[in-house]
């Protein structure tokens, strides 16, 4: 349980705690590895959000997870990148959080997440919350206290 005081320093920008879906870089379930490979790359994210076509939170899929696949024995092998979409290799298991200003779940999430995706009761995909965000409540509420 977070003290009142804390809670209400750290709630003072609750609303920018949210990166609406309409700002934050998805790929789509369909889409080949190819395509994901390039949008990781270029726009340096180490991880993002899989939708489908009706914007649906599907997972998340990292560049690690695209180089896994291109492993052989001994030699790195791309021919699987036109091969595979990313549903094929997306990870289905991170926690996704339907309230973007429950900050207790959020603290105690993003420990281990970088990101957590808000979703609806439908699994629409709404936006993310990261933990540059939260640090930056965090840090307002040390230098306010
Ligand atoms: P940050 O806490 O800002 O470093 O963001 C943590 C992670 O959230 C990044 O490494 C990305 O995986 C993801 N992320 C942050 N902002 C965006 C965005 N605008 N679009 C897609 N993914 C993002």
């Known amino acids: 349980m977070i003290d009142q005081r804390l809670q209400a320093l750290l709630m003072a920008n609750k609303q920018k705690f949210m990166i609406p879906?309409?700002?934050?870089a998805t790929v789509n379930q369909s889409n080949s590895l190819d395509?994901?490979?390039?949008?990781?790359?270029?726009n340096r994210y180490a991880k993002i959000i899989v939708v489908d076509n009706k914007n649906h939170y599907c997972g998340q899929i990292s560049l690690a997870m695209i180089t896994e696949k291109m492993?052989?024995?001994?030699t790195v092998n791309t021919d699987c990148l036109s091969q595979l979409v990313v549903?094929?290799?997306?990870?289905?298991?991170?926690?996704?959080?339907?309230?973007p200003e429950d900050i207790e779940t959020n603290l105690h999430l993003l420990i281990d997440q970088s990101f957590l995706p808000v979703i609806d009761h439908d699994r629409n995909f709404i936006g993310i919350v990261t933990r540059r965000e939260l640090l930056k409540a965090v840090n307002y509420m040390v230098h306010n206290f």
């Not at 879906?21 to 934050?24: D, E, G, I, Q, T």
Request: glycine share 6%; no cysteine.
């Open 21 to 24: 879906a309409s700002l934050v």
């Open 35 to 42: 395509h994901a490979f390039l949008l990781l790359t270029k």
């Open 71 to 74: 492993l052989g024995t001994a």
């Open 87 to 99: 549903g094929d290799v997306m990870q289905t298991d991170a926690p996704v959080v339907t309230d």
